[in-house]
C-alpha cells in the first residue's frame, strides 16, 4: 500500500526536470525564431507589403494615365466633332453657293437662248415679210393687171405699184382707194 506520505506522481503536472529542460529547448528555439528566421519572414513580407504598394501605385498611376489618355480623346474627339460641323456647314455653304451659280449661269444661258431664239424668230419673220411680200406683189400686179386690162411687165412699173401697195396695206388704207378719193379715218 502506499502511504500518504508518499505521493502519487501527478500525471498531469510532469517532473521538474522535464519543465526544465522543455524550457531550455523553448528558450533556444525562441532565440533561434526571433533571431533569424522572425526578421527573414518579416523582410519577405515587407518586401511583398512593398511590392503590393508598389502595384497599387502603378494601378492608380496607370488609371490616372487611362483617365488622362480618355480625357484627352474626349477632347479630341469633341473637336473632331466640331470640326465635322465646320466641314458640314461650310459643305452646305459651298453647295448652296454652288446652287446659286448654277442657278445664275442657267438663267444667264436661259437668256442667251431666248435672245438667239428671238433674233432667229426676228430673222424668219423678216424672211418671211420679205416672201411675202414678192408673192403679194407678185398677186397684186397680176390682179392690177386684169383689172386695169393692160400689162405690168414693167419692172419698175411693177414694182412702185407693189411697193405703193404694200405701203397702203401696212398704213392700213384700203388698196382701192385712189388719189380722187379721201382715206377713211
Not at 533561434?32 to 501605385?57: S, V
Request: net charge negative; aromatic share 4%.
Amino acid at each position: 500500500m502506499i502511504h500518504a506520505d508518499e505521493a502519487a506522481p501527478n500525471v498531469l503536472l510532469p517532473a521538474g526536470y522535464d519543465i526544465f529542460w522543455s524550457l531550455v529547448v523553448t528558450v533556444i528555439i525562441g532565440f533561434f525564431f526571433f533571431k533569424y528566421l522572425l526578421p527573414k519572414l518579416n523582410a519577405i513580407l515587407d518586401e511583398r507589403t512593398a511590392k503590393i504598394e508598389g502595384g497599387l501605385a502603378l494601378a492608380e498611376k496607370a488609371h490616372a494615365e487611362a483617365a488622362s489618355a480618355k480625357a484627352d480623346v474626349e477632347r479630341e474627339l469633341a473637336e473632331a466633332r466640331k470640326e465635322a460641323a465646320g466641314i458640314r456647314e461650310e459643305a452646305v455653304s459651298d453647295g448652296g453657293q454652288i446652287v446659286i451659280d448654277a442657278r445664275a449661269k442657267a438663267q444667264t444661258e436661259a437668256n442667251r437662248i431666248a435672245e438667239n431664239a428671238q433674233r432667229q424668230i426676228d430673222a424668219e419673220r423678216q424672211a418671211a415679210v420679205v416672201s411675202l411680200r414678192t408673192e403679194v406683189g407678185g398677186l397684186a400686179s397680176e390682179l392690177a393687171s386684169r383689172i386695169v386690162g393692160e400689162s405690168l411687165t414693167d419692172d419698175a412699173r411693177q414694182s412702185r405699184v407693189i411697193d405703193r401697195f404694200l405701203d397702203e396695206l401696212d398704213a392700213g388704207v384700203p388698196s382701192g382707194a385712189t388719189g380722187s378719193r379721201e382715206p377713211e379715218a
